[in-house]
């Protein structure tokens, strides 16, 4: 019960002051590997599976305009080789990935929170498309989330969230 | 005493305008993943259906706002309880409710000789604001969301329920909830500490056998079955400090599901524990629409 060492006499007027920590962060490491061998990789279908899902993740993507502005056409086939080496990393499924970290590619994009859980919403269709089970889909969205940091734009450079 | 609280939250409000003036310069674009604003608890705070959890409700995040309304209906063995009310938060950051609770004592109110349907209604204004964490997004963290909150309450039947032995027909309930997402096991747990004089919620006014603030523990676990879909169970316990009738802890078993992004239906199992007369076991239906 950590929560009990949390001060309680949180006074009403102050409740609306309060600003969260500012410090600097270093970008978070890339997305770690996930499984201790390839039967998560083989339940998305292995590496045919993630090419479909990719696939599919830009055809919800660029139907999407919420998102969809962010995407230049020639960057997309790119962006989809990368995101398949990188899942496929993370799903322990032998691929290395080889593109530019998270932080680099996004920092010019100023990218909102909103936008990234829109293309999480995105991915969660291309995954049901491709009848991926909802847990395993948890599993890879939940080593993706942590990304947000170095993907999502922070208007006065390094609050902590 | 009421306007000056009311007052207050409308100074809330107007502290609230420079973020919301930056909120709609960004485009109102995405949005929070489903379930996880949580559900609307019983005093209007986004939660479960009994205990606030740290989250916003709403479906906003960063540099957006949201708002949603809600109404419950709670049947139990001897009573029926409703709530509504609306919710309004902004940059993932702050909610304000304002809420209604009204308890219809049916049969009870006659034989107490209130008369049959006799109704208490308690009228209850809430802030929260999120501390720190993202109980989503974190994944790679231990730390939780913790957020803070405060529910200013009024009842309406302040000579009842001090005649009763309460010693107030209004209260504030200070509370602080943990709420963490495990997403790669489908897993939401939530505590909650609450500072409170509430006796059944503030339905029964505040304070009684003594004056003092009461630390009440609140807890819900929920798992999700998919996007769409969770159950949970909630644990909520509440001072017992009137003379006249016990009180006990109030537990329930849910089901929500979102229908869309801006519909969602909760039921449960509910046991609110000994209401004056005995155990009140019943059922709970909720529906939520939000923008
Ligand atoms: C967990 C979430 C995300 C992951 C894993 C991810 C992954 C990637 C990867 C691997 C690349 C290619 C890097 C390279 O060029 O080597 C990339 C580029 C890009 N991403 Fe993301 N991304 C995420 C979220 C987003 C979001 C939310 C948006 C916008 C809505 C976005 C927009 C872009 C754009 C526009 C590029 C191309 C940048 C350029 O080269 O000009 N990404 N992303």
Redesign the interface.
């Known amino acids: ?4 060492r ?1 001060p ?1 006499g ?1 006074a ?2 102050g ?2 002051l ?1 600003t ?2 500012v410090h600097a962060e270093t970008p ?1 490491p890339d997305a ?1 590997v ?1 499984a201790r061998d390839d039967h998560l990789f083989k339940t998305f279908g292995g590496h045919d599976g993630l090419v479909r899902i990719t696939d599919d993740l830009f055809v919800f993507v660029l139907a999407d305009r ?2 969809n502005g962010f995407f230049e056409a020639k960057k997309i086939p790119h962006i989809k080789d990368m995101l398949v080496e990188q899942f496929c990393q993370i799903l322990n499924g032998g691929c290395t990935y080889t593109g530019k970290d998270m932080a680099t590619s996004h920092a010019k994009l100023g990218i ?7 293309l ?2 995105d991915l ?1 269709k291309a995954m049901d498309k491709n009848h991926v089970p ?2 395993a889909q ?2 890879l ?3 993706l ?2 990304q ?1 940091r170095a993907i ?1 734009y922070k208007p006065n450079g390094s609050e ?2 | 005493m009421k306007s000056l609280i009311t007052g207050a939250w409308l100074a809330a409000v107007m502290l609230l305008t420079p973020a919301l003036a930056q909120a709609q310069s960004v485009p109102a674009t995405g949005g929070k993943l489903l379930l996880t604003g949580g559900v609307s608890q019983v005093e209007g705070a986004a939660g479960g259906g009994l205990t606030p959890w740290a989250v916003i409700g709403g479906n906003d995040s960063e540099g957006q706002f949201g708002g949603n309304a809600y109404y419950t209906e709670i049947s139990t063995t001897d009573y029926k309880i409703t709530s509504r009310g609306v919710l309004f938060s902004v940059d993932n950051r702050v909610e304000l409710t304002a809420s209604r609770q009204s308890f219809d004592t049916q049969a009870v109110g006659a034989a107490l000789g209130l008369g049959y349907g006799y109704t208490i209604n308690q009228t209850t204004l809430g802030a929260k604001v999120r501390l720190t964490g993202d109980a989503v997004l974190d994944q790679d963290r231990w730390l939780p969301q913790i957020s803070a909150g405060v529910q200013y309450k009024s009842n309406d039947k302040a000579g009842l329920v001090t005649a009763l032995g309460a010693r107030s027909g209004k209260g504030t309930d200070l509370y602080v909830s943990a709420t963490k997402l495990f997403l790669a096991q489908g897993l939401l747990l939530n505590a909650t500490v609450r500072r409170t004089k509430a006796n059944q919620y503030g339905i029964l006014g505040f304070g009684g056998i003594d004056d003092r603030y009461h630390t009440e523990f609140e807890a819900s676990a929920a798992y999700l079955l998919s996007k769409r879909l969770a159950v949970g169970a909630e644990v909520r316990t509440k001072p017992d400090n009137l003379a006249v009738a016990h009180e006990g802890a109030a537990y329930d078993a849910f089901v929500a599901y979102a229908v869309c992004k801006h519909l969602s239906l909760t039921v449960a199992y509910v046991d609110l524990g000994n209401i004056v007369t005995r155990r009140q076991g019943g059922l709970y239906a909720s529906l939520q629409a939000g923008f």
């Open positions: 019960m950590r929560i009990l949390i309680a949180l009403v007027g409740l609306l309060v969260a920590p978070p770690p996930i919420r998102i909102h929170e909103g936008d990234f859980n829109a999480v919403e969660q909802f847990a948890n599993r969205l939940a080593a989330a942590p947000h999502v902590e969230e």
